[in-house]
């Protein structure tokens, strides 16, 4: 369901329940009163464009976009990670092995323009061409941030187990 | 060039993995990847990650209490599309109605039918009301111009009205629900005399303007000029514009409160 997708690509992004709520809502009403200029085939990307340029809308205006280095401190990460996760429904959090809450840990950590790419492939199971049309950038450049992306989580994880 | 720290084909073997590539191009690439220690390695990496994160990352669906939000802003506004340049409708309410539900779902089907049906029956509205309605509200922006008699009681409002115009604008004061009235204008818009009401919302100011109308009741309708949002809708023989620099679902919020006071 659209909603969803654009739920989870703004919270990941904003990573705050109640920010992502806020865009969620505001990119939506936008998006239906849009719906008939819209000429395109694809309203899931398109959708997801408006909703993602919501969500830099709202980053830049809070705080200016930072973007947070993966791997600097393992035990900041683990921290962040929390804070940036306080309306889980608790129960979720019981029952959500260590394991979980460290890939959600390390994709938190990512850097924005690496973490919503692979948001859109890993979890909205996107196309190349459908990604490139929501961030607005050359497929290649889904591709190499794609690769990116993969790489530090990859790297990451495996350097997570061993300590 | 393929070593064991880099292959420029990596990118491929990537694109591949995601399924983006056709038969033979993936033929291809299996075989390369039997000669290639560092996309074979590549490759487990991408499986390995992919399993990690659809198996263990949070995905976050939106909550119930935000589809029922949405589903009650756009019911209670009945609202429509922005109509920034009127045209025939060829994706027509059928496309939007088919989208809202892929959107929302097929829990909410009462509402969606309400919705469709106001779409159906709505006009469209001539565009050069709504450029007026955008210039009176700039105007009134300029300093001295925004009220002429500056009152947040609506008793106060109201007599000033009386003998000025030929209409009594219906004049509520929502400060209870944050959008205190700030006074009322005297104004002239497509040759006739009108009433403003001026809100206040935080930071920014709400012009209503209103003037009799003859005909059926419509129902919200929101456009937007030059960065304003505007909607538009039709009560009890009056004519009703919104407009504001509010974000769009502030200004619905205000005009359904506004509706909805006695």
Redesign the interface.
Known sequence: MHLDAAHNLARWILRDPTDAEDVVQEALLRAFSYFPSFRGTNARAWLLQIVRNAAYGALKKKRGIHLVRLGENAEEAGENAELADPADDPEVHLIRSEAQRQIDALLQQLPLELRECVILRELEELSYKEIAEIIEAPIGTVMSRLWRARRLLSKASAGASVS | MSTRENCDK??LV??DF?G?LDAQQSAALVTHRETCPYCREAWA??S???N????????????DA??R??DR??AVAG?V?????P?P?A?GTG??LA??R????FGLGAAVATVAVLMLIQPVPSGDIADLVMENHIRSLQPGHLVDIASNNQHNVKPWFDGKIDFAPPIKNLADQGFPLEGGRLDYLKNREIAALVYRGGQHLINVLVWPADGASEPPQ?L?RAGYNIIHWQEKDMTLWAISDL???EL?NFVALWRTHP
């Open positions: 990596v990118l990537q694109a995601d983006e990496q991408l390995d990650t992919r990690a994160l659809r198996r263990g990352a949070t995905y976050h669906s939106a909550s935000l589809r939000r949405l802003q756009l609202m599309p922005v109509v920034t340049h045209r409708s994706t496309g939007l989208w809202w892929s959107l929302v779902g929101l937007e974000n769009t679902a619905q």
